[in-house]
């Protein structure tokens, strides 16, 4: 009965609890409280102001991440891209581009923006191409801090990097010099899903050998990636052995596809083959399933509590004890000039959030 209330008016939650009151015995009726409808309430709550969620797809071009992400999400965010040549790929540096879109589903409005690197990895000398990733992480953890800092904070956008998908070559074999220090310069700062591209480019064979070759070298160099919760004593065998089958499958071996095509009377998403046919959504062929269910169904709400909690926490923390080191040295200033701003150690300058910071306190003080 709860859960068929859930979006409904104030009339109906008192309905509910009527009816729930009505259905207990007399004895336990007196000591009915209603709290029980809770999470019915903050249900209703969450679903009529919709959800955030801002996905970071890196990796060299050619890997597929476009067609991954309209597979994953049903959509088509890449209809106006521009694909290089080879002489204009050589003189392209690293952009940001981000694609926001609205999706609904039964009822459940996601604001999802994907944040895409063209020019990542394609130039002759890719030393510190990972930097305008990790300066556009760090911008959206400034911005978050002066919203939360402002007097407004009751309609804060949350554009923080939830998850960054990571690309690797399947023609490597292994972790190249530009991964590692790719994900050495922002694993303090995102989840990092890593994925094994173009998987249909390897054999059954080769997948089972490269997948402990990577996760094996991740180790060696203290790469920092997502670490999947761990499961509760109470949850049921079935959970246990997805979630185990979940964390041996890093990094997530992966194929996409937006064609349609026929296979045995069926109408799947694949890719046609002269010797056949590569079902996206076959567990036995890939694992794109493994990735949209942990992704999507099962740690969505995850990777924005950890990006909340453990990446913005350590950001803010170190932006705060700055400023209060700032104020104890000066404590006539009310703004500091940015070239005094230290830098943080993985995060860049935040010289423009403790200006304004300071700047509003020692308004606030002087009235």
């Not at 476009?66 to 040549?85: A, R």
Request: aromatic share 8%; charged share 30%.
């Amino acid at each position: 009965m709860a859960a068929r209330c859930v979006g409904l008016g104030l009339c109906d939650q008192r309905l509910m609890v009527m009816m729930i009151s009505s259905s207990l015995p007399q004895d336990q009726e007196k000591e009915y409280v209603g709290f029980a409808t809770l999470p019915s309430q903050v249900h209703r709550k969450s679903v009529k102001k919709g959800f955030d969620f801002t996905l970071l797809v890196a990796g060299e071009s050619g890997l597929g991440k476009s067609t991954l992400v309209n597979s994953l999400f049903l959509t088509d965010l890449y209809n106006d891209k521009k694909f290089l040549n080879s002489e204009e790929r050589i003189t392209q540096t690293v952009e940001i581009t981000k694609h926001t879109v609205e999706i609904e589903e039964k009822g459940v409005r996601l604001r999802l923006t994907i944040v895409d690197t063209p020019g990542f990895g394609d130039a002759v000398n890719n030393k510190e191409c990972w930097r305008p990733v990790a300066d556009y992480v760090d911008q959206q953890f400034e911005q978050y801090f002066r919203d939360e800092s402002g007097l407004n904070r009751r309609n804060i956008l949350d554009n923080r990097v939830h998850c960054c998908l990571y690309f690797i070559s399947p023609f490597g074999h292994g972790l190249r010099p530009m991964d590692v220090e790719f994900m050495r310069a922002v694993h303090d700062k995102v989840n990092i899903v890593p994925i094994l591209a173009k998987a249909d480019t390897l054999t059954p064979a080769e997948v089972r050998k490269m997948k402990p070759k990577i996760r094996q070298e991740i180790e060696s160099f203290g790469i920092k990636i997502y670490q999947f919760p761990d499961c509760d004593s109470d949850e049921d065998e079935e959970f246990k052995q997805q979630d185990k089958e979940l964390k041996e499958s890093i990094p997530f071996a992966v194929i996409g596809s937006n064609t349609v095509v026929e296979a045995k009377g069926r109408r799947i998403r694949g890719r046609l083959y002269p010797w056949g046919i590569v079902e996206v959504e076959n567990p036995a062929h890939c694992d794109f399933v493994k990735l949209r269910n942990m992704l999507i169904r099962t740690h969505m709400q995850d990777l924005k509590d950890v990006t909340r909690d453990t990446h913005y926490e350590n950001y803010r923390a170190q932006c705060i004890q700055s400023m209060t080191r700032m104020v104890v040295k000066e404590p006539s200033a009310t703004l500091i000039p940015p070239q005094s701003v230290p830098v943080f150690h993985g995060f860049g300058r935040v010289g423009s959030v403790c200006e304004q910071k300071l700047s509003t306190d020692a308004s606030t003080d002087a009235t």
